[in-house]
């Protein structure tokens, strides 16, 4: 499958951001315009139907490589409109209908738009541009709420999701801490972290100013609560308010002494950059500690489960009580692309974006969980892509290429261009 288009905005050249907001008021994220080709004011023209997407801030660079794709997709176009407000806060605007913007508020939020000229720089996505619900008459209700974690890990759906809710679950995220490049750390164990953010006693990160975590809502703090036993509501350490507030804080850090004292929380897409050092991490009854990568981009830690720290990505929805999909067609074609059970828009290679955004479809796991940070039990997926997101990740697979599954012997399919055992 071709990947030109998408590769092209995940790639754009890092810049100062420029947003068509500086040339006038901010679009209403209720009717937004198309921009002008050069992205610099709104045109006449509508933008494609609006789909509401809230909650988590790490799940944030794979909405954006989806969001200008789908705005020119000459099939279903849309719009997606994000809000980053946690991943429990997702899990609330659809399991409990929490509103996304509540009435009478002024409420900010994103959108992708593929004639914008706003490049990728620093926490700011290629295409990426800013709109407001500006005193709504009545609230606006997210038609996916985006969360890291199940909804359980959030204090909600104790006894079950209500009826007309799903939770269908797409991508793999690892969670991971991470320090500033210049730091002479360079691991962490589960007992070090229960230390450092259950009491802040952990030399050297012992200054709460420089201990960078998020708060209750957030499903990367959730996420690794759980794995430390550190109740998510009683962290140490000063919340950066996102994901981005997080690698903000850290990523501009230069002197040796406020890099050895600082310390963050952050998904892999966020401390597998450059300015950022990835920690390793030694969970409880290991050895040893282990990144997500063993090569860069390989995931292959987290694939086969020495790496603890991991979950699918959770996409809960209203669903349609026949067909138990998703009510609203933009929603439903979100949800199909990212579980994979459709193919993607423009013959976008999803396999060769989420190795970029430090994903894992589940198509590529050897293992698999039902409860947050849960016992691990070994999974086939029905049509596997392991070899497939291995040539993409590292460029080399010991797989067999393919074009039929006659070319594959035994227990095999030809999966991607692979022989793919079954």
Same mark, same amino acid.
């Not at 008459?137 to 799903?166: E, H, K, N, R, Y």
């Not at 009580?321 to 009510?327: I, P």
């Given at each position: 499958? %071709? ?5 092209? #905005? ?22 937004? &315009? ?25 799940? &944030? +660079? ?23 407000? !946690?991943?429990?806060? *997702?899990?609330? /605007? ?7 913007? +509540? ?22 996505? #290629? ?19 985006? %969360? ?22 797409? +991508? ?10 210049? %730091? ?13 953010? !259950? ?33 998510? &509501? ?37 401390? #597998? ?52 999909? /998703? &009510? ?10 990212? $579980?994979? $059970? ?17 994903i894992v479809p589940p198509c590529a796991m050897k293992v698999q969980r039902k409860s ?7 999974? @086939? ?18 797989? @067999? ?8 012997? *035994? ?12």
């Amino acid at each position: 499958m %071709s990947s030109k288009i998408l590769a092209g #905005a995940l790639l754009l050249l890092v810049a100062t951001p420029r947003f068509a907001s500086a040339a006038g008021p901010l679009q209403e994220c209720t009717a937004l &315009k198309k921009l002008d080709p050069g992205g610099a004011t709104a045109s006449a023209t509508d933008a494609p139907p609006v789909i509401y997407i809230t909650g988590s801030s790490a799940v &944030k +660079p794979i909405i954006a490589a989806l969001g200008p794709i789908l705005f020119a997709s000459n099939t279903r176009p849309s719009t997606i409109v994000y809000r980053s407000q !946690g991943s429990c806060n *997702g899990v609330s /605007a659809t399991v409990a209908g929490v509103p996304m913007a +509540p009435a009478g508020s002024t409420t900010s939020a994103i959108f992708w738009d593929p004639n914008s000229n706003t490049l990728a720089a620093g926490s700011t996505t #290629a295409k990426e541009e800013k709109c407001v619900f500006t005193n709504p008459p009545t609230a606006i209700f997210a038609d996916i709420g985006v %969360s890291d974690v199940f909804a359980q890990t959030c204090g909600q759906a104790l006894q079950g999701l209500p009826q007309g809710i799903a939770d269908f679950q797409g +991508p793999i995220q690892s969670m991971t801490f991470a320090v500033p490049k210049g %730091s002479k750390e360079s691991s962490i164990s589960a007992e070090a972290a229960y230390l450092l953010f !259950g009491l802040a006693k952990l030399p050297p990160w012992t200054d709460n100013l420089f201990i960078h975590r998020r708060n209750e809502t957030s499903g990367t703090q959730q996420m690794i609560a759980t794995a430390i036993g550190v109740d998510a &509501k009683v962290w140490t350490g000063t919340n950066g308010g996102s994901s981005d507030g997080v690698f903000a804080a850290m990523s501009g850090v230069v002197d040796q002494a406020t890099a050895d004292k600082s310390i963050g929380i952050l998904a892999a897409d966020y401390s #597998a950059r450059p300015e950022l050092k990835q920690l390793a991490y030694q969970h409880y009854g290991q050895r040893c500690g282990y990144r997500p990568d063993v090569q860069p981009l390989d995931k292959r830690n987290t694939r086969e489960g020495r790496y603890a720290i991991w979950g699918p990505l959770h996409l809960f929805t209203q669903v349609d009580a026949g067909s138990g999909l /998703a &009510k609203k067609q933009e929603a439903r074609d979100i949800i199909a692309y990212l $579980t994979g $059970t459709e193919p993607p828009p423009l013959g976008v290679d999803l396999i060769r974006t989420e190795v970029g955004l430090h994903i894992v479809p589940p198509c590529a796991m050897k293992v698999q969980r039902k409860s947050e940070i849960g016992p691990m039990t070994p999974f @086939k997926p029905a049509r596997a892509c392991g070899c497939a997101f291995d040539k993409e990740a590292v460029g080399t697979t010991s797989c @067999k290429s393919c074009t039929t599954n006659a070319q594959c012997t *035994g227990t095999e399919s030809c999966n991607f261009g692979f022989c793919e055992k079954q």
